[in-house]
T-cell receptor
Framework: SQKIEQNSEALNIQEGKTATLTCNYTNYSPAYLQWYRQDPGRGPVFLLLIRENEKEKRKERLKVTFDTTLKQSLFHITASQPADSATYLCALDDDYKLSFGAGTTVTVRA | NAGVTQTPKFRVLKTGQSMTLLCAQDMNHEYMYWYRQDPGMGLRLIHYSVGEGTTAKGEVPDGYNVSRLKKQNFLLGLESAAPSQTSVYFC????????????FGPGTRLTVT
């Protein structure tokens, strides 16, 4: 069966450190993968998209990698700030729709 | 631009009652989606639409119906609410289906007692 797994536990990190989130998938062959941020009580907000032929994508302090052999994407937040505290969702292309992981909650301590 | 709006924000229903959730977008997007989000399970697609007048089933369509009579609106109906439908419902829209980023509404928190 198809499965998308993100870090099972919440991530607590010190301000200024790098947070690394994982997204592993099975029985998908996504042409692209997206990452979203969700704050409590709000809808998700799009952050980044990476295509299968791209190894890495950056946007400001965010970096995403995509390894189709390992069936894994890594999402990095560098120089983290308390304002980065949120839940981060990965989403896979699934025949012109998106399938979402359950998300990883990140808390950045000042 | 209001983006994606959802009505209502909160609702409490008794088992067996019906209701309609309204989603509206002002970005002229072709694609619209209804998801439900439950703790620990992530977003699950209920129904979606690839254009005005079209609808299709997602991962968890049972107990729900949808209509897309106008391009800017996507309605989600619950014919006979059940406690298992207690959830937060999100509507989203995108310009394209392939690779298109999705824009989400603020959500509707529904409780069925």
């Amino acid at each position: 069966s198809q499965k998308i797994e993100q870090n099972s536990e919440a991530l607590n990190i010190q301000e200024g450190k790098t947070a690394t989130l994982t997204c592993n998938y099975t029985n998908y062959s996504p042409a692209y993968l997206q990452w979203y941020r969700q704050d409590p009580g709000r809808g998700p907000v799009f952050l980044l998209l990476i295509r299968e032929n791209e190894k890495e994508k950056r946007k400001e302090r965010l970096k995403v990698t995509f390894d189709t052999t390992l069936k894994q994407s890594l999402f990095h937040i560098t120089a983290s700030q308390p304002a980065d505290s949120a839940t981060y969702l990965c989403a896979l292309d699934d025949d012109y729709k998106l399938s979402f992981g359950a998300g990883t909650t990140v808390t950045v301590r000042a | 631009n209001a983006g994606v709006t959802q009505t209502p924000k909160f609702r409490v229903l008794k088992t067996g009652q019906s209701m309609t959730l309204l989603c509206a977008q002002d970005m002229n997007h072709e694609y619209m989606y209804w998801y439900r989000q439950d703790p620990g399970m992530g977003l699950r697609l209920i129904h979606y639409s690839v254009g005005e007048g079209t609808t299709a089933k997602g991962e968890v369509p049972d107990g729900y119906n949808v209509s897309r009579l106008k391009k800017q609106n996507f309605l989600l109906g619950l014919e006979s609410a059940a406690p298992s439908q207690t959830s937060v419902y999100f509507c989203a829209s995108s310009k394209t289906g392939e690779g298109g980023e999705q824009y989400f509404g603020p959500g509707t928190r529904l409780t069925v007692t």
